[in-house]
């Protein structure tokens, strides 16, 4: 059975940090690459920042650029979310996904599985 399972979210002041969690089981690993995305209430989920397992290449969307870093530990099938310098408008539910292929397929195709998501909320 797939599952990712996000954990680490919670309530945080602005200007704090956060580390997430993505643990991933029943699918080859390094095969896929991951995603964090996010949705705040009322809005349309977007993707924050992706990681290519098998080599480790990375992407970020604008609003993290020198915010957040993507990392993954494949010895534990988990890719981590590091959130510092956080601020409220990063606020909202963040799911993690994962689709076979590399970086590319992260970022112009669907996934193919999707965790339940966790809350991060920012308080100002």
């Known amino acids: 059975e797939v599952q990712l399972v996000e954990s680490g979210g919670g309530l945080v002041q602005a200007g704090g940090s956060l580390r997430l969690s993505c643990a991933a089981s029943g699918f080859s690993f390094d095969a896929y690459a991951i995603g964090w995305f996010r949705q705040a209430p009322g809005k349309e989920r977007e993707g924050v920042s992706y990681i290519d397992s098998n080599d480790g290449s990375t992407y970020y969307a604008n609003s993290a650029k020198g915010r957040f870093t993507i990392s993954s530990d494949n010895t534990k099938n988990t890719v981590y979310l590091q959130m510092n310098s956080l601020k409220p408008e990063d606020s909202g539910v963040y799911y993690c996904?994962?689709?076979?292929?590399?970086?590319?397929?992260?970022?112009?195709?669907?996934?193919?599985?999707w965790g339940k998501g966790t809350l991060v909320t920012v308080s100002s």
């Open positions: 996904g994962a689709v076979e292929g590399s970086l590319v397929a992260a970022l112009y195709y669907d996934m193919d599985y």
